[in-house]
């Protein structure tokens, strides 16, 4: 291995951003920019597909997405019951498909099953209805404690739950990606689809979160 | 097959960090890599369950001690050399080359 990583890791963007205003590039910044330049010489990838891949990334597919098929399902009973038989179809109904998106399974929450997804070993994540997954969903200590200690993983996310509540954790794999659907919260009967999907959390659909009817934003 | 990479019920990793309002990327090379092994797939070389095979050769002591899109540099290097499409020493010939450069350069402005 002849890597020369530089170690960051903490979340702040970087001052020093690497490859603007001529700071040096130096670790992963610089052998990506290496790699880049040799495949695009090469031609075996497409500067512009890479420009349009991160911008659907970056700012198209998102939580947003799977917000809006809960707020359906909570809406829609004959939806609900088709998401839950067979979400992908049900997911398409939307537009929601793709890549790592191929196979997904919605688990329902009730007032005594608590669903949460993890990846343990790597980073399975249902792309079309969340995006790309958050950096703790791929760290060590979410991946190695939600299947051993998912009550104390959910208590640092600010989640008590009842012991009364049965916890079901899903271990997402290539071909199994889990979005949780959360209970709708109490109070919220007035209102929209529209309005509903506004105050589901992303967390709530890995199943780190719960969603709160009083703290809607 | 368990290796660094199977972390499910291993203890020691401490608390879940989450990030409030996390952006997609931290770094401009994120994106770029995340492209880069999105676009490289397209080549129809290699399917999923290699590019996590391949992220996984990463030595253990590394893996853990590196960030997740490292892991896919790793990755992508891996599998791209595989399969002949790269050669280590070009890689290697060219991070000198970008090094040179950079450093040839003045410090601000550009």
Known sequence: ?217 | MNGAHDLGGMHGFGPVDPEPDEPVFHHDWERRVFALNLASGFLGQWNIDMSRYAREQMPAAEYLATTYYEHWLFGLEHLLVKKGLVKPEEIEARVAELRRQRVGRPAAGS
């Open chain 1, 1 to 217: 291995m002849s890597h020369d990583h530089d170690h960051h890791h903490d979340h702040d963007h970087d001052p020093d951003h690497p490859g603007e205003h001529g700071a040096p590039l130096s670790g992963p910044a610089l052998r990506v920019k290496a790699l880049e330049s040799l495949l695009v010489e090469k031609g075996l990838v497409d500067p512009v597909a890479l420009d349009q891949l991160i911008d659907r990334y970056e700012t198209k597919v998102g939580p947003r997405n799977g917000a809006r098929v809960v707020a359906r399902a909570w809406t829609d009973p004959a939806f609900k019951r088709r998401l839950l038989d067979d979400t992908s179809s049900a997911m398409a109904e939307f537009g929601y498909t793709g890549r790592q998106g191929e196979n997904m399974v919605v688990v329902e929450n009730t007032p005594t099953i608590h669903n949460m997804v993890v990846c343990t070993l790597c980073s399975c994540y249902p792309w079309p209805v969340l995006g790309l997954p958050p950096v703790w969903y791929k760290s060590a200590p979410y991946r190695s404690r939600a299947v051993i200690d998912p009550r104390g993983v959910l208590r640092e996310f600010g989640v008590e739950l009842r012991d009364d509540v049965e916890v079901r954790v899903w271990d997402s794999t290539a071909e199994l990606r889990y979005l949780v659907l959360p209970l709708r919260p109490a109070g919220t009967q007035g209102m929209s689809e529209e309005q509903l999907a506004e105050i589901v959390t992303r967390d709530s659909m890995i199943g780190t979160g719960v969603v709160n009817g009083l703290s809607a934003r």
